[in-house]
């Protein structure tokens, strides 16, 4: 049973530049493998994208952490590469692997993937949200995402994930203007996702650009900041008032540049990131969003323990979100995530 939030739009509120103490918190992979009753589930799915394109079971994952937590959010179970799958694109999550892509890596590949067809693959997404927002408590809003275009291309070019994206990055040395094409139409597709989702329900997004870090800094621009940019601004002239967080995950000293170029409401920081650059120079600006290590929370105890209480010292005095670095690891016991909660929203 989920419970019911005293206070409304904590979220909200924080992505709109107010302080709120204490800050609210959602975690990335909130819903996942480290709770048993999402291993349930996705046996009964019979694979990851089986799960992500039945609404009812999706809606019941979603769901599963704000039974157990007293999260500031849910998001919509779903991942990035919907945008591939959605344009035509093979495919499939391998069980100890990860996902495997039919690569493109040519204008030709370019010409085989739809547009058209991608709104109806959309569909089993919106209606998870429809489903989502029904059961979901007064103030507690659902975040939509999508990845941004450099991450999503790296898989699709790839045709897995990687450890350095040579073949991206290869092509867009290669050939900047074919490679162009391919961002654009994930420009384009990412846009229509997003609406998609406001429209369904999701009342915040978030762009995931989680191999932005790959990028050298006199490409960061074009095919990080600028794409991101484009996005935000086609969402917001259709829902100027639905706040994006930005996630550029590795960008170091040019996430300041990306805060500043893109447009962004807020912006999410990894472990990585200094606590001082992040007060200093990005939430001088707006709002952010981080980082606690994901294997500090797996360890828990007392460095855990300490290391939240320097994050809320150090960010919790202006517009903050507490998150982690990057996704809740499949591991983790789900009391050290109960105990997180409790230190942030400061029941401990």
Known sequence: MLRPHLSQD???????????DPPPIWLMRQAGRYLPEYREVRAKAGS????????????????QPLRRFDLDAAIVFSDILMVPYALGQKVEFVEGEGPKLEPV????????????????????VYETLRLVVTELPSGVPV????????????????????????????WAYRDAASFQSLIDLLVETSVAYLLGQVKAGARVLQIFDSWAGSLPENEFARWCSTPTRSIVAGVKAEAPDVPIIGFPRGAGAQAETYARETGIDAIGCDTSMPLSFMRETLQARLPV????????LLAGGEPMEARVTTILNTLGGAPFVFNLGHGILP??????????????????
């Not at 904590?10 to 530049?17: M, P, V």
């Not at 040519?106 to 058209?116: C, F, H, V, Y």
């Not at 790839?158 to 991206?168: L, R, V, W, Y």
């Open 10 to 20: 904590r979220l909200i509120s924080a992505l709109s530049g107010r302080t709120v």
């Open 289 to 296: 969003q981080g980082n606690l290590d994901p294997l500090l």
């Open 331 to 348: 591991d983790t016991p789900p009391e050290h995530v109960a105990r997180l909660v409790e230190l942030v929203k400061g029941k401990a």
């Open 105 to 124: 890596r040519s204008a030709e590949g370019l010409a085989r993937l739809d547009r058209a067809a991608a709104e109806a693959r959309f569909a089993p």
């Open 143 to 170: 975040i939509g995402f999508c990845g941004a275009p450099w991450t999503v291309a790296t898989y699709m070019v790839e045709g897995a994930g990687s450890k350095d994206q040579a073949q991206a990055r290869l």
């Open 48 to 63: 990851f994208l089986g799960l992500c394109l039945n609404p009812e079971l999706a809606a019941e994952v979603t769901l």
